[in-house]
């Protein structure tokens, strides 16, 4: 299987071809179909979110159940993210891609056959762990096909995946559960992944080199000019990117991302129920108002990519304060500020531009900065493993305070959700402050 998958070999660079021409194409095709396909590949990452309550409702599953099922997802993405951005640095990345958008669509329709814990917790655990190639392989394309000065803007645009993917699962996934059944919250995104996936392995390359094309740093005449030549560039692949892990750099940005990723998946997770239970919004109006974050988060995305490349010279530490700082100011009003869809919405839109902003850097943008660039799944996963660590601890930990603050009141089940609240703001105040701490973080070609 890795063979079938392996990226091909450097070719010498091509003096029969208008290079120019050549990227120009590809780069157009690849930075919609990493885009548009890794947005439908989230719909089956995050189907679980939208059905929770009619889960609850009929019986099928508690709070801590689903705390416990979605938990499993994280922690096998965790290991998926690790493992899988090192081999993807090995790989060609429109087979990884679309293999595993495949193996997640198949996953979530199983998921509409288990009603036991230990089958669902199974099966969303190996949903978990397909969705890992994704990222890795639309990472690895980003940094073989956008060079330093022009990587941030990309990046940027790749990011509104994750806020499309979101607003798809809030507004459509909703919306079919409601009228079909909470099967249909898993099976209606199954079907449009696969599909997602076919457009993804027609659109996308290998790298650059496997096509005769020069490099992207050469092509653009783009290389950072604080990055002496190493004299080791005969290691391999593998010994290179073994060396990433003596950069202190990387383990900052990483816990920074596992902090940012509690909150982003809190709300994420448990915003349509906290909603519901505690607004007394109906499914639907619920998953309307979270996509003001999804909105908001493809602004931030696209503005955080052309602050720090146009305003701050391509460094991301400047940027990281802004973001932080209008992140945390948009969870305190969503919580603790005026009541009505007007402040919650105004207050969603800020946590949204912020979040997004901050997760497009320490969740990768920034990693990528710091790595070789032939490694940069390996980045990716090394910060991966630990931003997905912290979004299914998030998970297990926000299930159980939920559950275990919950009253009945003439029959009727009441949350509390202060303590899981106070747990998801600390973790964003955490994460704004490491994410602005290297300040002066060197950056390599």
């Known amino acids: ?99 595993g958008m495949i193996m997640s669509a198949l996953c979530n329709i199983a998921m509409g056959f288990s009603a036991s814990l230990a089958a669902a917790t199974l099966v969303w655990g190996l949903n978990g762990w397909f969705q890992s190639f994704g990222a890795p392989a639309c990472v690895i394309s980003l940094a073989s096909w956008f060079s330093n000065k022009e990587r941030g803007r990309f990046y940027g645009i790749w990011t509104t995946s994750h806020s499309i993917g979101e607003g798809l699962n809030f507004v459509a996934g909703t919306a079919i559960v409601g009228a079909l059944g909470w099967q249909w919250g898993f099976w209606g995104p199954a079907v449009a992944v696969i599909i997602g996936a076919i457009g993804c392995h027609a659109a996308m390359a290998d790298r650059p080199r496997t096509l005769g094309l020069p490099a992207v740093a050469d092509w653009k005449n783009d290389h950072y000019v604080t990055d002496k030549p190493a004299a080791d560039t005969g290691k391999s692949v ?130 990528v900065d710091i790595c070789p660039k032939r490694v940069a799944g390996a980045a990716l996963g090394m910060v991966g493993v630990f931003s997905y660590l912290g979004a299914a601890i998030q998970e297990s930990v926000s299930g159980k305070l939920i559950d275990s603050h919950m009253t009945i009141v003439n029959g009727v089940r009441h949350y509390d959700f202060g303590p899981a609240i106070l747990f998801w703001v600390g973790a964003s105040i955490v994460s704004l402050v490491l994410a602005t701490t290297l300040w002066n973080a060197k950056l390599r070609d």
């Open 1 to 99: 299987m890795l063979r079938a998958l392996a990226t091909g070999p450097d070719l010498p660079v091509r003096t029969d071809t208008d290079v120019d021409a050549a990227y120009r194409r590809h780069r157009l095709s690849i930075i919609i179909a990493i885009t548009a396909g890794y947005a439908i590949s989230y719909t089956c990452r995050l189907a679980l979110n939208v059905v929770k309550k009619p889960l609850i409702d009929t019986g099928v599953f508690t709070p801590a159940d689903l705390g416990t099922i979605g938990s499993a997802l994280f922690y096998s993405y965790a290991a998926g993210k690790l493992i899988n951005g090192f081999v993807s640095d090995h790989a060609n990345a429109r087979k990884f891609m679309a293999i």
């Open 238 to 367: 593998f010994a290179t990117q073994l060396t990433i892990l003596r950069i202190p750099s990387l383990w900052i940005i990483a816990l920074a991302s596992a902090m940012a990723y509690v909150t982003r998946y809190a709300i994420t997770s448990w915003g349509v129920l906290y909603l519901q239970e505690v607004r007394g919004y109906t499914a639907v109006g619920a998953g309307l108002l979270l996509a003001v974050n999804t909105v908001a988060g493809i602004i931030g995305a696209v503005a955080f990519g052309y602050i720090s490349d146009k305003w701050f010279g391509a460094r991301r530490p400047p940027a990281n304060l802004l973001f932080g700082l209008i992140e945390v100011i948009g969870l305190l009003l969503f919580f603790y500020g005026p009541v009505g869809l007007v402040w919650s919405s105004f207050a969603l839109f800020l946590f949204g531009l912020g979040m997004t902003g901050l997760v497009t850097s320490v969740g990768g943008l920034f990693a």
